[in-house]
C-alpha cells in the first residue's frame, strides 16, 4: 500500500514538473517570437530612414493621402495566405480624442475561415446577427498609426464599419499568431507582422473585450447599429514595448 502511494506521489510530482517546464519552454518559446517581431520591426524602420523613406510612401505614390480613400484601391491581398488589408484616414471630427494619422484594417479572406464557422463556438457567435456587405472578408483587426507611419493603437470595431462580419476572439486570436504577409507592399508587411506578434498578449485582450461588448449590447441588431463602431481600444507605445523585451 505505502509503495502504490508514493508511486502515485511521485508520478504527479513529475507529472507536475514536466507542466512546469513545458510552461517555462511555452514563456521562452513566445518571448523569443516577440523579441525577433521586435528585431524586424527595427530593421524595417531603420532601412526606411536610411533610405529616407516614409512607411506609406510608396503606397501612396508620393501623394497626400485623401480621407476615406482607400490605400490600395483594391486592398492589398495575399492571395497564398488569405490576409488583406488596406490604409486609410478618416477626418479628425469622425474620431474625436483619437492621435493617430491614419490606421491600417487588416481581413482574413474565406479560405483561412470557411471551414471553422461550424465549430460551436462560432455558431453561437453568429447569433449576434448578420448583414455583411461583403461575406467573403472577415474583419481581425485595426492599427492606429501617427504621421510618421508608427503604430500608436490597436482597436476593433463594428461590423456596420467594414462591410463585413467577425470571428470569435479565439478563433480571431489564432488566425493572426499564423499572420504571413506578401502582397506587394514589404514594408507595411513586415510592420503588420511584427506587430501582430510583438503585442500578441495585448490582442488578445483587446478581442476579449470586443466579444463583451457586443454580447453586453442592450438592444438587438448589434452589428449594424451605428452608435456603436469602435468596440474596444488600446494605446500602444512601441518604444516602451521593445524597452521591455531587453
Known amino acids: 500500500m505505502r509503495a502504490q502511494m508514493c508511486s502515485k506521489v511521485c508520478s504527479k510530482v513529475r507529472a507536475h514538473a514536466l507542466m512546469g517546464k513545458a510552461s517555462r519552454s511555452s514563456r ?20 526606411l530612414a536610411q533610405r529616407g523613406a ?12 485623401k480621407q476615406w480613400n482607400h490605400y490600395p484601391d483594391d486592398d492589398a491581398i495575399d492571395q497564398g495566405t ?27 479572406r474565406r479560405k483561412l475561415w470557411s471551414r471553422r464557422l461550424h465549430s460551436v463556438r462560432e455558431i453561437e457567435f453568429g447569433k449576434l446577427g448578420s448583414g455583411a456587405s461583403n461575406p467573403n472578408t472577415r474583419h481581425l483587426l485595426a492599427i492606429g498609426l501617427d504621421a510618421k507611419g508608427v503604430p500608436v493603437s490597436l482597436f476593433t470595431v463594428n461590423s456596420w464599419v ?4 467577425m470571428l470569435t ?32 498578449v495585448e490582442i488578445r485582450t483587446l478581442l476579449a ?9 442592450p438592444t438587438p441588431a448589434v452589428l449594424t447599429n451605428e452608435r456603436l463602431d469602435v468596440l474596444s481600444e488600446l494605446p500602444i507605445c512601441i518604444d516602451a514595448k521593445l524597452a521591455g523585451l531587453i
Not at 82 to 108: C, K, N, V
Not at 162 to 165: A, E, K, N, R, V
Open 169 to 200: 476572439a479565439k478563433t480571431t486570436a489564432d488566425l493572426l499568431d499564423r499572420i504571413r504577409l506578401d502582397t506587394g507592399h514589404p514594408d507595411v508587411d513586415a510592420v503588420v507582422e511584427s506587430l501582430v506578434r510583438l503585442c500578441r
Open 28 to 47: 521562452a518559446s513566445s518571448h523569443a517570437a516577440q523579441v525577433a517581431a521586435g528585431s524586424r520591426l527595427l530593421e524595417t524602420y531603420a532601412g
Open 162 to 165: 467594414t462591410g463585413d462580419l
Open 54 to 65: 516614409h512607411l506609406f510612401g510608396e503606397l501612396l505614390g508620393g501623394q497626400t493621402p
Open 82 to 108: 488569405g490576409f488583406q488589408w488596406f490604409y486609410h484616414s478618416h477626418s479628425p471630427e469622425d474620431r474625436p480624442g483619437a492621435f493617430e494619422h491614419g490606421h491600417i484594417h487588416l481581413f482574413a
Open 209 to 217: 473585450q470586443r466579444d463583451s461588448a457586443l454580447w453586453a449590447w
